[in-house]
C-alpha cells in the first residue's frame, strides 16, 4: 500500500479559485515533498517541509504540516490556468531512509 | 547545466529483449533514483543510489538492475523486458542532507512499451 495518499482523486477548479489538496501518510517522517507534473513532463519540485516545521509558503502555494494527524495540504491561491497539472506529495520516511515514497497524485483542472 | 537528462526518449521492445536506460546528472548529486510511473498512478521507487559504487533496492525491483561507477551516470538496465514493464520510466537526483535527500530534480522520462 502507498505511504501517502492524495485527496481529492481530481479537482476542478476556475481561474481565481483557490486549490486545496491533502496528502495523508502512515508512517513518521523526515520531510515530505509535493511535486507538480503537467501532462506528459517530469516532475517538478514545489516545496519540502522537515518534520519540525508547520508551514511554508512559496509565492502563491502554502503547505502545512501536521506530524500528529500524519497529513499535509497544499494550497495554491489566486490559480491559473497554467495551474492544471497533477500535484503529488512524496514522503521520506524515518524508517526507510533513501526511499523517497509518492501518492497517486490528486489531478488538477483550472478553467479560464 | 543541462540537470538531469535521459535516453532514449521512446522505446519499443519485444518481451525478452534487453536495454539500458541511460541517466546523467551534472550536479554533482550524491543521490540518483530510478522510478516507474503507471497510468493513474503516482511514481514507484525501482533502485536508488547513495553514492558511486552504493545502490539498493526500492518498493519495485525486480526486473530491473542498477549500477554507479561515477557520481554523474546512473544506468538502468532491463535484463528481459516483459509487457508489465510497459511504463514511463523517471530519472531523479538530489543533495543528501542529514541522511535524508533534497530536492529531487527529474529527467523529462523514456516512454517504454514492450509488446
Known amino acids: 500500500s502507498q505511504q501517502g495518499e492524495e485527496d481529492p482523486q481530481a479537482l476542478s477548479i476556475q481561474e481565481g479559485e483557490n486549490a486545496t489538496m491533502n496528502c495523508s501518510y502512515k508512517t513518521s517522517i523526515n520531510n515530505l515533498q509535493w511535486y507538480r507534473q503537467n501532462s506528459g513532463r517530469g516532475l517538478v519540485h514545489l516545496i519540502l517541509?522537515?518534520?519540525?516545521?508547520r508551514e511554508k509558503h512559496s509565492g502563491r502555494l502554502r503547505v502545512t504540516l501536521d506530524t500528529s494527524k500524519k497529513s499535509s495540504s497544499l494550497l495554491i491561491t489566486a490559480s491559473r490556468a497554467a495551474d492544471t497539472a497533477s500535484y503529488f506529495c512524496a514522503t521520506m520516511t524515518t524508517d526507510s531512509w533513501g526511499k523517497l515514497q509518492f501518492g497517486a497524485g490528486t489531478q488538477v483542472v483550472v478553467t479560464p | 547545466n543541462a540537470g538531469v537528462t535521459q535516453t532514449p526518449k521512446f522505446q519499443v521492445l519485444k518481451t525478452g529483449q534487453s536495454m539500458t536506460l541511460q541517466c546523467a546528472q551534472d550536479m554533482n548529486h550524491e543521490y540518483m533514483s530510478w522510478y516507474r510511473q503507471d497510468p493513474g498512478m503516482g511514481l514507484r521507487l525501482i533502485h536508488y543510489s547513495v553514492g558511486a559504487g552504493i545502490t539498493d533496492q526500492g518498493e519495485v525491483p525486480n526486473g530491473y538492475n542498477v549500477s554507479r561507477s561515477t557520481t554523474e551516470d546512473f544506468p538502468l538496465r532491463l535484463l528481459s523486458a516483459a509487457p508489465s514493464q510497459t511504463s514511463v520510466y523517471f530519472c531523479?537526483?538530489?543533495?543528501?542532507?542529514?541522511?535524508?535527500?533534497?530536492?529531487?530534480?527529474f529527467g523529462p522520462g523514456t516512454r517504454l512499451t514492450v509488446l
Open positions: 517541509i522537515r518534520s519540525n516545521e
Open positions: 531523479a537526483s538530489s543533495y543528501l542532507r542529514a541522511r535524508s535527500t533534497d530536492t529531487q530534480y
